[in-house]
Every structure is written in structure tokens, then in C-alpha cells.
């Protein structure tokens, strides 16, 4: 995207339901019984809040659904694999949060960088946590500048989790300047287990539209979730955003909802951009405008 993407940046209605979502053997493919209504949140996002969980706690209350203790995006670093899940892993998990993890190994595409990847899932399938895999999020934006060269790079990480039994996914962002690439770098051998779209209100007010990209991921018979969904995503030129914009778009991905298209569910990226003094994306109350129209893409994709 033309500003920092949420993977650069970062350093490391009431009583919807929310479904366990199991590692994958193979490549088996299998959506979530029920879609995922979630939100990514972290610490430091409320003043205040003395751990993970607090934090996560805060955004519920706020809009009344079990968001940040149900799933959460986590972002590693280019070429690291911790050797612990880490505060915020197991905090969430050990109030029953799960989580879609992003793992960027490095592009030289090393044998030990294969090794450091499978030692870290056997880490965290080891310590209960329940989750599943996207493999480079956003790497569509600016990380390849090819097809072809995102196709080596995924037939070659890719199979190390689906041999792990993790569910795979694959996971582009869909801003006005990548939504083409999302569509051309829609991987094979190995087909993704799952698609997760990073896709913001300011993308939908710069004309950008995921229906083709939902298409595509029908026909390989994969099911689809929004691993980040928002307010603003930090692209340059197209703030300030609006209400009636946020309105139209909460509308767009709740009919997208009621079709039945976000079988996996969806995650709320609940953190402001680096760098942006404005609370962009985080619901800083109960009263905070945008609510209802969260409220109304997680009753649609939740009802479908």
C-alpha cells in the first residue's frame, strides 16, 4: 500500500458466537462451523488497561460482542520465529482467544529458515494455543513485484504448514494501488486453505471492490474472512475519512455478509496507523459513532 502497512508498523450484535477454529490436517479445506467475530487489539490501544486481556475486555464493553477475547491478527517480524508464543499470545489464549498468526520467512528461501518455521508451529500447536497461518500478509503491496516471484516464494514456505496441520492462508491487502495484484498473486501448489483480505473503509471510499477476489477464492473452494477491517489503513491521500463513507461501507461488507461470502468471520483492526495522531481506527467509547455499523457486518456475516 503507499503508506506502512499494518505488518511494518507494528512491532511485533451481544452473544455472537464464535467457533473454535482447529488446526487443518493436509490440505483439507474447511471454514469455521461458525464465522469468527473478532478484533485486534493491543495494550497499549487503552490508557489504562494492565494487560492483553484488560485491553481486549475494554473494546468488548465498548461494543457489546466478544470481539478482542475471540481472535486476534499477530504480526512476527521478516525472518523471525520467537521461541515462545509470547505476553499477548498467552494471555488472549488463556482467556480462550485464538488467533491468525502472519509468519513472514525470509525472501532467500533457506532450508533453515524452513526448519525455524516448523519448529516454531510445533512451539505453538505445543502450547495449546488454537490458531491458524497466514503466510506473508499483504505481501501483494510491495514485497513481490511479480507473480511469479510470489508463486516461488509461497510453493516453497507453504507446505511447511500444511504439512505442520495448520490451516494456511493466504492473505493479501486490498488497497486501490494492490487490489490487482491481490487478484494475479492468488496462489497454488499448494492451494490456500483459507483467504483472509485486509481491506479498509478508506480502500472502499478510493473505489476498491473485493467481490472479484471473493470469485476467485469460490472457485478454489476456499472460504473467505476479513483478517483486518477498519476505518483507515494509513493509505496516503485519502483521509479524511467520513461517516457516510464508513456508513456505505459497513453496507457493502454486510451484503457481502448476508451472501454467505465471510464463512470465516471477520477481525476488527482496533489500532491506529504509527504515526497518525488521529484515533483512526479505535472504538474510544460506547458512544462512538461507528459502532452500528459494526454491529451490522458482524449480525450479517454471523446470520448467513
Known amino acids: 500500500m503507499p503508506g506502512l502497512s499494518r505488518r511494518e508498523f507494528l512491532g511485533g450484535t451481544v452473544g455472537l458466537a464464535a467457533a473454535v477454529a482447529l488446526p487443518l490436517s493436509g490440505s483439507s479445506r474447511a471454514a469455521a462451523i461458525t464465522p469468527l467475530a473478532g478484533a485486534t487489539v493491543n495494550k497499549d490501544t487503552y490508557s489504562g488497561a494492565t494487560s492483553y486481556v484488560d485491553a481486549a475486555q475494554i473494546l468488548d464493553g465498548y461494543v457489546g460482542m466478544p470481539l478482542g477475547t475471540t481472535i486476534q491478527k499477530i504480526y512476527l517480524q521478516p ?8 505476553t499477548k499470545m498467552t494471555q488472549l489464549s488463556g482467556a480462550g482467544c485464538q488467533f491468525v498468526i502472519s509468519v513472514v520467512p525470509s525472501l532467500q528461501k533457506t532450508s533453515s529458515q524452513q526448519t525455524s518455521l516448523a519448529n516454531y508451529l510445533a512451539m ?7 490458531y491458524r497461518v497466514v503466510l506473508y500478509s499483504e505481501a501483494n ?3 513481490f513485484t511479480s507473480r511469479s516471484l510470489w508463486q516461488e516464494y509461497w510453493s516453497y514456505y ?9 490451516s494456511l492462508g493466504y492473505c493479501p491487502g486490498c488497497t486501490a494501488g494492490s487490489i490487482y495484484r491481490a487478484e494475479e498473486f492468488f496462489p497454488s501448489d499448494p492451494t490456500p486453505d483459507e483467504v483472509w483480505l485486509d481491506f479498509y473503509a478508506t480502500s472502499f471510499r478510493g ?3 473485493i467481490d472479484d477476489l471473493i470469485a476467485l477464492a469460490g472457485a478454489a473452494g476456499v472460504p473467505v474472512g476479513l483478517a483486518e477491517w477498519g476505518w483507515y489503513s494509513g493509505e496516503l491521500g485519502l483521509d479524511p475519512m467520513t461517516m457516510p463513507v464508513w456508513t456505505l461501507y459497513c453496507d457493502y461488507l454486510a451484503h457481502l455478509g448476508t451472501a454467505g461470502d465471510f464463512g470465516l468471520g471477520a477481525i476488527y ?8 495522531n488521529l484515533e483512526a481506527n479505535t472504538i474510544g467509547s460506547a458512544s462512538d459513532p461507528r459502532i452500528p455499523g459494526l454491529q451490522k457486518v458482524y449480525a450479517a456475516i454471523q446470520s448467513a
Open 207 to 209: 473505489g476498491t471492490r
Open 79 to 86: 525472518g523471525v520465529f520467537p521461541a515462545s508464543p509470547g
Open 269 to 276: 483492526f482496533d489500532i491506529t496507523p504509527v504515526g497518525h
Open 158 to 166: 507453504a507446505p511447511v504448514i500444511q504439512d505442520a496441520g495448520i
Open 141 to 143: 503491496n510491495r514485497a
Open 124 to 130: 505453538i500447536t505445543n502450547a495449546g494455543i488454537s
